[in-house]
C-alpha cells in the first residue's frame, strides 16, 4: 500500500515538471535581449524523461487496493483523472473484487443520509451528499400532475414509477398501484433518465392476471453474464404481480427492450389459508444473480433465480425457543448465500444476531457461522446490505428518539464501525452503493 501511493506520487510529480519544462520553453516577449543581459551559465541537460503511456497507468491504476484511493489518485492530475473514469477501466476494476462502496441511504422522505468520519466510506459519501452534485429526488424527470414514487435503488440507478396505465387485470383494490405504471430508470450523478416502454396489452392479456393483489416494480440485480460486466448502462427492470393463485414476473432488458413474462402457478399452493395481507412480498435481498425474500409466516425464502427465471423456496432454520424477526441475505465470503438473521430469544427477552450460511448438501442446512450479542438499551433494524457492509440500526428504548445510531458489518471480516446518527426509524429506506462522483461515468 505504502509503495503503491509513493508511486501514485512520483507519477504525479513527475507530470507537473514535464509541463514546467513546456512553459519554460515557450519565448516570452518581455524577456531582453541576450545583448542587454550576460549569458546565463550553461546548467546540465537533464536526461529524458520517460513518458508512461495510458496502458501502463491502467495496470498501475487497477492495483489501487481501494475505490477511495483511486478517488485521490485522479485527483493528482487531468491525466489519471482521463484514464481512471473511462468507463471500460472502472468496470474492469470492479471486475478486481473493487465491488462500489456504501455510500449512505435515501430515507423515506428522499434526503440522501451519507457515511459520517471515521466510517471508510465517509469520503466518497461527501461527495455524493452535496446537493448540488446529487439530487436523489431527481427533479429532472418529466413533469406531470401524477407525481413520481420512487421504487428501488441498485447500482447508481433510482427506479421511479407515476400513475398507471391500465392493462394490468383485475383489482380488488389492495394495492394503491390498480395497473401497470410509467417507470423511468434515472441516474443521479449524471442527471441522465431513460423512460420505459410500457407492458404490451397482449402480454399483459397472456399472464390472466385475475385477482391482482399488488404489482410491485424494481431493478433485477446484475447477472455475471451481462455483456458489460456490471457498471455500464445495461440494466433489467421487473414488475412481480401478486395474484391470489399465482405469482407473475414481467422483465424488460435495456439490450433488447423488449419485456418477457414467466408465471409460477405453485404460489396458491404455498399460501393456502394464509390472509392475503400476510403474504406480500415487501424487502428484497439480492445474491449471486438471485432475488429473495423473507417469508416469516412460512418460515421460508422465497427465491427468483434471474438467469434461469425458476421461483424456489428454502426452509428457515426454527426453533420453539427462537423466533426469526429480521433477514438480510449476503454472498457469503466463500461464494455461498449467507444470511444475518434478527433473533428473538424467548427465555431471557433478548435480541442476537445471527450469521449462517446456506448448505443444501449438509444434514444442518443452515449452520452457524457467527453470533453477536447485542446491547438490550436498543431495539434493532436490519436495514440491508450493499457495498460489502451490512446495516444496522439501533433504536434505543429508554432515552429520546434522537438516540439512533446506525453501525455497519462489514461481510468479509465482520468488522463493527459507526456509520452515521439518524432521527427516524428507517423503514422504507435504500441503501445506495457506488463510487465517489468523480468517478462515476453514466448508467443509463
Known sequence: ?????????????????????RR???????????????AP???????????????????????????????RAATACAGFRRVITEPSFLRRFRAADNQPALLGFIDVGGGFVPAEPPHPSAAAAAGAAARDVVDFACPFLPSSPDPWRRRDVLDGRVLFSRGAVGGGGEVDGQDDDPGFMDLAVCDPLSRRYVL??????????????????????????PRDDDDDGGGGTSFRVMYMARCQSKLVVFTFSSDTQQWSSTSYDGWGILVAATPSQETALTQRHHAHGCIFWFLRWAKKLLVLDTFTMELSTINLPSSELIEIQQVAIVESARGGIGMFAMVDEILDSTFDMFYVVWDPEGA?????????????????????????????QGISVQGPVQDQVCFTVELKTFKVEMFCETRRTLIGADLFAGFAPSLSPPSV
Open 1 to 21: 500500500m505504502a509503495n503503491l501511493q509513493f508511486l501514485l506520487k512520483r507519477l504525479a510529480k513527475l507530470r507537473c515538471f514535464r509541463r514546467r519544462r
Open 24 to 38: 519554460a520553453a515557450k519565448p516570452n516577449a518581455a524577456t531582453p535581449s541576450p545583448a542587454a543581459r550576460p
Open 41 to 71: 551559465t550553461p546548467t546540465p541537460t537533464p536526461p529524458p524523461l520517460a513518458v508512461l503511456s495510458d496502458d501502463v497507468l491502467r495496470e498501475i491504476f487497477v492495483r489501487v487496493p481501494s475505490p477511495a484511493d483511486l478517488a
Open 196 to 221: 420505459l416502454p410500457a407492458v404490451p396489452a397482449d402480454l399483459a392479456a397472456s399472464a390472466q392476471l385475475h385477482n391482482l393483489l399488488d404489482l410491485q416494480p424494481f431493478f433485477a440485480p
Open 364 to 392: 444442518n442446512k443452515w449452520p452457524l457461522e457467527r453470533l453477536m450479542k447485542l446491547p438490550v438499551e436498543f431495539r434493532y433494524n436490519l436495514v440491508g446490505a450493499a457495498g460489502g457492509y451490512l446495516l444496522v
